[in-house]
């Protein structure tokens, strides 16, 4: 008979039932939340959740799941375990023999249970007996070019078309494709310089005269009390008239600092 394990929320000690037949069991088929109905084995992970582990071939990946993610665990063989014991067991009954037709339908039955790789498996023993069957032939990824089959690639190569950017296209699709991105690069190099030259022009400081040559002070002769501490120069960067000056008099004094 069939175990059934509800939903651990609903059950007090559903988790600890369900961790008891999980570590005696192969979990096989678990019903999750989300409506999906997945197979593995099912085991509890270190922080109280699930670790499902699903296997194919030679290839196993572990999906970790959390608590409350599983509703419902039924161990035992599923469906689909049963049907693939039987195409295995059939497989070994045929050994060498057997038509082509005989081998498809156990691909078939293989790929209807979910397994692929038992699929690909038998359908090469398809090709063995009839190196021409549509079926087996499709099934394995190949395409009828100038009626001869051929790898997706093989074909592609046939028809004259070059592999770019994932995809096999036309030489002249390819040769579209490399002109578009050169434009749009060099478009996408221009507006960069564009933007940098405007932000210079905006950012760019007033030039400032680093030195000046000033001509010695001197004193009045009218009025000795009067003297000029700096004359007009002009900066060693450029024509900026720079004019410090100053002087005073009884009852008065004056400062001037100008540029230009």
């Known amino acids: 008979m069939t175990k059934c394990i509800p939903r651990p929320r609903t059950l007090p000690l559903a988790s600890a039932v369900l961790a008891l037949f999980?570590?005696?069991?192969?979990?096989?088929?678990?019903?999750?939340?989300?409506?999906?109905v997945v197979e593995g084995e099912l085991a509890r992970a270190a922080d109280g959740g699930w670790d499902l582990r699903q296997t194919q071939g030679s290839m196993s990946v572990v999906m970790r799941l959390k608590a409350s993610d599983v509703v419902l665990v039924v161990?035992?063989?599923?469906?689909?375990?049963?049907?693939?014991?039987?195409?295995?067991?059939?497989r070994a009954k045929l050994a060498d023999l057997g038509s082509a037709e005989d081998w498809w339908n156990l691909v078939q039955r293989a790929r209807a249970a979910g397994d692929l790789t038992l699929?690909?498996?038998?359908?090469?023993?398809?090709?063995?007996?009839?190196?021409?069957?549509d079926g087996a032939r499709r099934f394995l990824g190949y395409t009828l070019e100038s009626g001869v089959w051929m790898r997706p690639h093989e074909a592609a190569a046939?028809?004259?078309?070059?592999?770019?950017?994932?995809?096999?296209?036309?030489?002249?699709?390819?040769?579209?494709?490399?002109?578009?991105?050169?434009?749009?690069?060099?478009?996408?190099?221009?507006?960069?310089?564009r933007l940098a030259k405007e932000r210079a022009e905006r950012s760019e400081p007033v030039e400032?005269?680093?030195?000046?040559i000033?001509?010695?002070?001197?004193?009045s002769p009218l009025f000795p009390s009067c003297r000029h501490g700096s004359w007009p120069g002009w900066t060693t960067n450029g024509?900026?008239?720079?004019?410090?000056?100053?002087?005073?008099?009884?009852?008065?004094a004056w400062n001037i600092n100008w540029k230009w």
């Open 22 to 36: 999980c570590a005696q069991l192969t979990c096989d088929e678990i019903h999750l939340a989300d409506g999906r």
């Open 119 to 133: 699929g690909r498996e038998l359908a090469s023993q398809v090709l063995d007996r009839d190196r021409r069957h």
């Open 239 to 252: 024509p900026i008239l720079h004019v410090q000056a100053n002087g005073q008099s009884p009852g008065w």
């Open 158 to 193: 046939a028809r004259g078309e070059v592999f770019h950017n994932g995809r096999w296209m036309a030489w002249s699709e390819r040769e579209d494709l490399i002109a578009a991105e050169t434009a749009r690069r060099a478009a996408v190099v221009a507006e960069a310089e």
């Open 75 to 90: 161990p035992g063989p599923t469906a689909n375990q049963k049907a693939l014991t039987e195409v295995r067991s059939l």
């Open 214 to 219: 000033w001509i010695q002070p001197y004193q």
């Open 208 to 212: 400032q005269p680093t030195s000046v």
